[in-house]
C-alpha cells in the first residue's frame, strides 16, 4: 500500500513543480494569441488624417488629409535645384542653347516652390525638444539660404541666357551660384528629414501647429 502511495505522489509531484502554470508550445500559443493587436489603422493615424484608412476607394490620402502642403511640395525645390546645377555645370561644356533652357525652367520652378513653402507654408512648431530646436535652426539657416541663392542664380540665368547670350564665363557663374544653391538646399533637406524621422515632428501633425503659417 504505501508503493502504491510513493508512485502516485512521484507521477502527481512535477504537475504541481511549477505552480500549475502551464508550459511548452500550447502555453508560448496562448500567450501570444493573449497580445493585443497594437497596430491598427485607428492607433497608428489620428481619426481626422486617417479616414482613407476606413474605406479602400479612398487609400489615395487627399491634399486635405495632411496637417500642411510643406511635405507635398518642398521635394521639388530639392530635385530642380539639384537639376539645373548638374545642367549648368554640363554647359560649361557644351554651351548649348537647349541646355540653357532646361537650366531657366528648372531654376524659376524650383525657387519659386522653394519660397513658397519656406514662406507662405512653412508650418509653426510647438513643444519641441532642446535638441529638436537646434536642428530647425539649421533647417531653417539652409532652407533661407536656399531662397537667397535660388533668386540670385534665377537672375543670373535670366542675364546668361537673355544678356549675354550664353557665353562660357556667365554660364560658369550661373554654374558656380546654383550648385551652393544646391548644397543648401541638400542640407535643408538632410536636417528636414532628420526632424521627421528622428525627432518625430510632422507626422500624424505631431508638434505642429494647425492652422498656423509663417
Not at 502504491?4 to 508550445?25: D, N, Q, R, V, W
Amino acid at each position: 500500500m504505501l508503493f502504491i502511495l510513493l508512485l502516485c505522489l512521484m507521477h502527481t509531484a512535477p504537475l504541481y513543480a511549477h505552480g500549475g502554470e502551464k508550459h511548452g508550445s500550447t502555453a508560448r500559443t496562448e500567450a501570444i494569441s493573449q497580445v493585443p493587436d497594437t497596430l491598427t489603422p485607428q492607433q497608428i493615424a489620428p481619426e481626422e488624417h486617417a479616414a482613407h484608412v476606413q474605406d479602400p476607394a479612398s487609400a489615395h490620402a487627399r491634399p486635405d488629409d495632411f496637417p500642411n502642403k510643406h511635405p507635398l511640395i518642398v521635394h521639388f525645390p530639392i530635385v530642380l535645384l539639384l537639376v539645373a546645377a548638374a545642367v549648368q555645370l554640363c554647359n560649361i561644356l557644351f554651351l548649348r542653347k537647349e541646355l540653357d533652357w532646361i537650366t531657366t525652367v528648372a531654376t524659376l520652378i524650383s525657387f519659386s516652390t522653394a519660397y513658397y513653402v519656406t514662406e507662405i507654408d512653412h508650418p509653426h512648431t510647438t513643444g519641441l525638444t532642446a535638441h529638436a530646436k537646434l536642428v530647425l535652426e539649421q533647417h531653417d539657416f539652409y532652407a533661407d539660404w536656399t531662397i537667397y541663392l535660388g533668386g540670385i542664380g534665377l537672375i543670373a540665368q535670366l542675364l546668361n541666357q537673355f544678356l549675354f547670350k550664353g557665353k562660357r564665363w556667365s554660364v560658369l557663374v550661373v554654374a558656380l551660384v546654383l550648385t551652393s544653391a544646391a548644397y543648401c538646399v541638400a542640407m535643408a533637406g538632410h536636417y528636414g528629414a532628420q526632424l521627421v524621422h528622428i525627432e518625430g515632428v510632422g507626422p500624424q501633425g505631431k508638434y505642429l501647429e494647425t492652422g498656423h503659417h509663417h
